[in-house]
């Protein structure tokens, strides 16, 4: 079972880093605190790795899901489901993933999995470089359908081993003082990359006329990702006492813990609307552009990009002015505005409208994803910050699953109708929780 926290026995544990005092709040307030987390060497690391694995991932996002779109001659199912099934390891793998992430070094496990991810990148550009789509596609080339669900299962094996480390590595580089800004801050890797990948990976599409060189990017990115996790150290990070017990002991004490903790659990069962909603848009993107909106690869790439700009207003106010409305309310408000900007992006397909509404949804889902991890990384002890982290995120399991219902209703019906029906449903859920959820609201 677990014990109070200790320092490390490990020296990458306790490098020092001249970090200042753990205070109870922070000695800065307003906007002069935006980045206020990034002062810490360690941070800064971090900061940056998330940043280049965040944009290779937007960029595989987007150039897998046109990929498939154009070989395919535009089929909605197989285009929503190669990119949406990259999340299908966290269903077989995330739990244990956060078990692994507790019993060895965080930071190596990292750079593991960017070799992993790096290699893979590249032998697929070779695939994707070798095949002709200037003439249009054809079944007798080198790339095949099946290459693309191959590559994304594989790449998201390495995310889901990677994914609760990630995140159970923030509290380990900053002082508990700092945490929400630090959560905040770390969210802009994530939204700010709406702005890059998607954009970047856009324009090296339309340009060159050609998709590998995005794949070529993404290899480069996780390999200064690499550099980054030997360089940093984790001077707040206490010894962990999961290598004391079995692996299934392991399991057994962290789904204990939140069992036993009904905040902890009431926070990651609020996770499944946005992964039921947000993310299969997002996957889907393709269809909803071409057939609603009329556009193209560009127009995809710039409505992701709006996207990003929401969420990185948002990062921005939180990290000035952390939640004003309370953590708790704010986290739910912002799924009842997120899934009310769907539905009415749904029935007005207008360009300029839609560019709002991306916007607005961008903010808000910023807003519920830091608002609710820095909820669950500041009640969490360190011990089992992996193994808490990987059940929070395990909703993104299912992801794929969403995704293949949305794209087999847009096969049955239309994109617009879809949108409609999910966005609709998932807003009722969004609503009751305003008058049930009266833990979550009182969090500060």
Not at 44 to 60: H, S, Y
Not at 210 to 231: K, T
Not at 317 to 339: D, N, R
Request: charged residues 10%; contains cysteine; aromatic residues 10%.
């Amino acid at each position: 079972m677990t014990t109070p926290n200790k320092p490390s026995n490990d020296p990458d544990l306790n490098m020092p880093n001249n970090a200042p005092p753990d205070l109870t709040q922070s000695t800065s307030n307003g906007w002069h605190r935006t980045f206020e987390s990034l002062t810490y060497r360690n941070y800064q690391f971090l900061w940056t790795g998330n940043l280049l694995i965040n944009t290779a991932d937007w960029l595989q996002v987007l150039t897998v899901g046109w990929l498939m779109l154009r070989m395919t001659g535009g089929n909605a199912l197989l285009t929503g489901t190669v990119v949406g099934i990259r999340s299908l390891p966290i269903l077989f793998l995330g739990p244990w993933a956060g078990v692994l992430a507790d019993r060895v070094n965080r930071r190596y496990l990292i750079a593991f999995t960017q070799i992993g991810l790096a290699a893979s990148a590249i032998v697929f550009a070779i695939l994707v470089a070798s095949t002709d789509f200037s003439a249009g596609y054809s079944s007798d080339s080198t790339l095949k359908t099946w290459h693309l669900f191959a590559y994304v299962i594989i790449t998201g094996i390495l995310h889901t081993l990677m994914r609760p480390v990630r995140q159970a590595l923030i509290p380990n580089v900053v002082p508990r003082s700092v945490l929400r800004n630090a959560m905040a801050l770390n969210a802009t890797t994530r939204t700010g990359t709406r702005l890059l990948g998607p954009a970047l990976g856009g324009v090296l599409i339309e340009v060159l006329g050609g998709f590998s060189w995005n794949f070529y990017i993404e290899a480069g990115a996780y390999c200064c990702v690499i550099v980054m996790m030997f360089l940093m150290r984790t001077p707040y990070q206490t010894e962990s006492t999961a290598r004391d017990e079995s692996i299934w002991n392991n399991m057994k004490e962290g789904l204990i813990y939140i069992w036993n903790n009904r905040v902890i659990l009431h926070l990651i069962v609020m996770t499944v609307i946005p992964n039921f909603v947000f993310q299969p848009l997002v996957f889907i993107m393709p269809i909803f552009v071409t057939d609603a909106l009329g556009g193209s690869e560009g127009m995809g790439g710039l409505l992701l990009s709006v996207m990003g700009v929401g969420g990185v207003v948002s990062t921005i106010v939180i990290a000035s002015l952390g939640f004003q409305l309370g953590t708790g309310k704010t986290v739910i408000l912002s799924l009842v505005v997120g899934t009310t900007s769907i539905l009415l992006m749904a029935q007005i397909p207008w360009i300029p409208f839609t560019i709002l509404m991306f916007l607005i949804m961008g903010f808000a889902q910023t807003q519920f994803r830091v608002g609710n991890s820095t909820l669950v990384q500041s009640l969490v002890p360190d011990e089992l910050r992996g193994r808490v982290t990987s059940v929070y995120q395990f909703d993104n399991g299912f992801t794929p699953v969403a995704v293949l219902i949305t794209s087999s209703m847009v096969q049955w019906t239309d994109i617009v109708t879809t949108m409609t029906i999910i966005s609709s449903i998932s807003l009722c859920f969004s609503i009751s929780l305003l008058f049930f959820a009266k833990l979550v609201k009182q969090l500060e």
